[in-house]
């Protein structure tokens, strides 16, 4: 891999994970406008725990307690932490049953450009009417167990490409009246446990695979995944404060109209 594809790749995987525009639409599109050759699976694997390794980071206070907390609520004492633990735990549940009824459909008969130009559309529409309409104030320590088999579910929705994990997550939040912050955190926290399990069951599929290992193109990827991500989750949180959804909405309607003009 050149030096340029490693780096383009990186920043994009990195930004896209954790913005509501749909990675896969832009890992798809990016080698449609350079012309560069797919970049393998041990390098996607890189990229995706660069953004894991970023998220863990930022949250890493957060995560310390809630994971005290939840040891504490096994012996039966519970507080706000621990529930949002198990949030972030039960939560994961839709998407991992719905990844292994429908994970080879996805990748096969779901991955073409024009299902994640409607995706991008869609769901982007969504998010803007939601935004505008349902926005509130609750938090994410305010998590009841309906909400959360509801984000979940909103989740599990997220394996239709173009529909962007963390878009859909942060529109079931808006629309059950949590504010822009605490939606966008709850998405973040919600993505360690995939994250984590698209990376054992890709570095699976890689072992078994025996494909030779760019080992210092997957350094340098890890490197800036994990940097561009980590500034996007900084960024982002403050941004959707003041301005809202609407940029990212105009953004995923634009590049679902320009998928639809390259490809049909």
Same mark, same amino acid.
């Given at each position: 891999?050149?030096?340029?594809?490693?780096?383009?790749?990186?920043?994009?995987?990195g930004v896209s994970e954790f913005l509501p525009v749909s990675s896969s639409a832009h890992l798809i599109l990016v080698p449609v406008l350079t012309n560069?050759?797919?970049?393998?699976?041990?390098?996607?694997?890189?990229?995706?725990?660069?953004?894991?390794?970023?998220?863990?980071?930022?949250?890493?206070?957060?995560?310390?307690?809630?994971?005290?907390?939840?040891?504490?609520?096994?012996? /039966?004492? /519970?507080?706000?932490?621990?529930?949002?633990?198990?949030?972030?735990?039960?939560?994961?549940?839709?998407?991992?049953?719905?990844?292994?009824?429908?994970?080879?459909?996805?990748?096969?008969?779901?991955?073409?450009?024009?299902?994640?130009?409607?995706?991008?559309?869609?769901?982007?529409?969504?998010?803007?009417?939601?935004?505008?309409?349902?926005?509130?104030?609750?938090?994410?320590?305010?998590?009841?167990?309906?909400?959360?088999?509801?984000?979940?579910?909103?989740?599990?929705?997220?394996?239709?490409?173009?529909?962007?994990?963390?878009?859909?997550?942060?529109?079931?939040?808006?629309?059950?009246?949590?504010?822009?912050?605490?939606?966008?955190?709850?998405?973040?926290?919600?993505?360690?446990?995939?994250?984590?399990?698209?990376?054992?069951?890709?570095?699976?599929?890689?072992?078994?695979?025996?494909?030779?290992?760019?080992?210092?193109?997957?350094?340098?990827?890890?490197?800036?995944?994990?940097?561009?991500?980590?500034?996007?989750?900084?960024?982002?949180?403050?941004?959707?404060?003041?301005?809202?959804?609407?940029?990212?909405?105009?953004?995923?309607?634009?590049?679902?109209?320009?998928?639809?003009?390259?490809?049909?």
């Amino acid at each position: 891999m050149e030096l340029l594809q490693i780096i383009v790749l990186a920043v994009v995987q990195g930004v896209s994970e954790f913005l509501p525009v749909s990675s896969s639409a832009h890992l798809i599109l990016v080698p449609v406008l350079t012309n560069w050759d797919d970049q393998g699976l041990a390098f996607d694997v890189a990229l995706h725990v660069g953004s894991l390794a970023a998220v863990v980071i930022y949250f890493r206070h957060e995560i310390l307690r809630m994971t005290v907390s939840w040891l504490r609520s096994l012996r /039966g004492h /519970g507080d706000a932490e621990s529930r949002l633990a198990w949030a972030v735990i039960f939560g994961t549940i839709p998407v991992g049953l719905a990844g292994l009824a429908f994970g080879d459909q996805v990748e096969t008969v779901l991955r073409s450009p024009l299902y994640l130009a409607a995706g991008l559309i869609i769901f982007g529409v969504v998010l803007g009417w939601v935004d505008l309409r349902y926005r509130g104030v609750r938090d994410e320590y305010s998590l009841t167990w309906k909400s959360v088999l509801f984000i979940g579910l909103a989740q599990a929705v997220a394996l239709f490409p173009g529909t962007s994990r963390s878009g859909i997550t942060m529109t079931a939040a808006l629309m059950l009246g949590f504010s822009r912050d605490a939606a966008a955190r709850f998405s973040f926290l919600l993505s360690i446990p995939v994250i984590l399990i698209a990376c054992a069951l890709k570095t699976g599929e890689l072992i078994y695979a025996s494909v030779p290992v760019e080992w210092t193109a997957m350094m340098i990827g890890v490197l800036l995944s994990g940097i561009s991500a980590w500034l996007c989750i900084y960024f982002f949180l403050a941004f959707i404060k003041r301005v809202g959804m609407m940029p990212f909405v105009i953004y995923r309607i634009a590049l679902g109209l320009l998928l639809l003009w390259l490809f049909l």
